[in-house]
DNA sequence: AAAACTTATATGCAATAAGCATATATCTAG
DNA sequence: CTAGATATATGCTTATTGCATATAAGTTTT
């Protein structure tokens, strides 16, 4: 560890943070989930000036003892209702542990009208049976980015369209943008689905995701050899064939 | 744009972000290039406590009134006497742009024994040649991570190795992983070749970043059919057969 | 009970990509 | 002029992906 001198502790001590200007820092996470073949995100309903009344992220300042990690974890618990963030609190029998991954932090000046606030972003990935009760302060929104656009549309169960708050529908199209390319080379898709799942599920997952249809064939046959499927020997019965249940392989 | 009331504009007037503690915010930039197949970083030496004499990261406070975009192009700036961020600054005959990117923040409480620091860090890729002149306060440190592991080495021009200061080696470390799984879905390894370069160069920039062998006729039959390859027409003369010169065929 | 329908699973073929061995080309050095 | 160094080119094998086609296993309808 760093041996620290006697003229380095005094500096230590001397030292005054006040004496330059600092922004404010805050987390905001993108909580992501999958219905219907729907890419949804949960937003909450700003109580307080500016944007009163508008649907934003989840989020809250850093408090000072707190890393990011856990600042994003407490945003999850408190504003979302969401508890076990994978890797991060105590190793209970968790369910289905939560994604949780930083984003991207948007720092322009104007970006919040109260004063200079730098947010660090993150984005949480959630299986959509782990999300509780809605009310008139959360609900679910669904997300879609037209073809050959950046920006994402976000809409409620009745198709009514939807601003939110500061730039937060901008934060939310990067983490959109993020888990399209991400799913290319890492197998994030199967936090969004529940422990056991059929390939048709995990396909719906994929094409939800990049917004595009995928050959089942070829899917599935890649899926099978990429030996991240673990059969569990039960199936899944509805109108056709039954399918067969699967788990995800997680490496250790 | 958002219309504000009265109401709301007499909360914005009567805010005081001193109410909350606050960390401090840093911008550190990794600044990295390649030279004799080697990756390379820039570093600069400490003048003050805490760390004083270690090398670390070029970095500074962020500005209340500038972008983070904003303040890394400072930082190299003054920190390094790089200029020509590539989309930042006006738009002159800029020879090489430099390739310049978020990273990742860092926030844990106890960084940085001063005070809570965050840093949003960034990274830069320079081609060799636009790195001036070094000195007792800056200098180019070989980068290289060991087989197996995630820890990356830092070795001075006469392999005598360092540590850094604060995090910056943890931050070093991240940066090269990030250019490594980029370089496979972005073309970033051309931000480190001149205007124009060879085949034999471009492999090199990739097994340097790569560290490992790449096989010289898939690797240019490949590059050669990605259609990024723009022939100048000239050659390089050196022992052997002359090889032909290329240049980058940015996308629009 | 059988037929129709729905959905899942399996397989062969063609096209494309990547790795590798081998060959040829084109220069400079001796 | 030959040897050496380096670049460029090409064929073959293996792997992957897309697609068409076939078979399997249920539920629903008649």
Redesign the pocket.
């Given at each position: 560890m760093h041996q620290r001198s006697h003229e380095e502790q005094r500096y230590l001590d001397s030292y005054n943070a006040s004496a330059f200007d600092r922004p404010s820092v805050t987390v905001d996470v993108v909580i992501l989930t999958l219905r219907d073949g729907h890419l949804e995100a949960l937003l909450i309903k700003r109580k307080e000036h500016p944007f009163l009344n508008y649907w934003s992220l989840p989020g809250g300042f850093v408090q000072m003892q707190e890393s990011l990690d856990e600042a994003a974890a407490r945003v999850l618990r408190q504003k979302a209702g969401l508890e076990g963030v994978a890797g991060m609190e105590r190793e209970g029998p968790l369910r289905h542990p939560i994604y949780l991954e930083q984003l991207y932090t948007f720092g322009h000046p104007e970006r919040d009208p109260r004063t200079r606030v730098i947010s660090v972003a993150y984005y949480a990935l959630v299986e959509a049976s782990h999300i509780r009760e809605m009310g008139e302060e959360k609900a679910l929104f669904r997300l879609r980015i037209p073809e050959g656009e950046s920006a994402v549309e976000i809409f409620d169960s009745k198709f009514k369209k939807y601003s939110l708050a500061f730039d937060h529908a901008e934060i939310l199209g990067v983490a959109i943008q993020r888990i399209r390319g991400k799913l290319g080379y890492t197998p994030i898709g199967f936090e969004l689905l529940p422990e056991r799942f059929?390939?048709?599920q995990l396909q719906t997952v994929h094409e939800t995701i990049l917004q595009k249809r995928l050959?089942?064939?070829?899917f599935?046959?890649?899926m099978?050899?990429s030996g991240m499927l673990e059969p569990t020997g039960e199936?899944e019965?509805?109108?056709?064939?039954?399918?067969?249940l699967y788990r995800f392989r997680r490496e250790l």
């Open positions: 059929t390939l048709r050959n089942k064939d070829s599935r046959r890649k099978l050899a199936l019965r509805g109108l056709g064939r039954p399918a067969e």
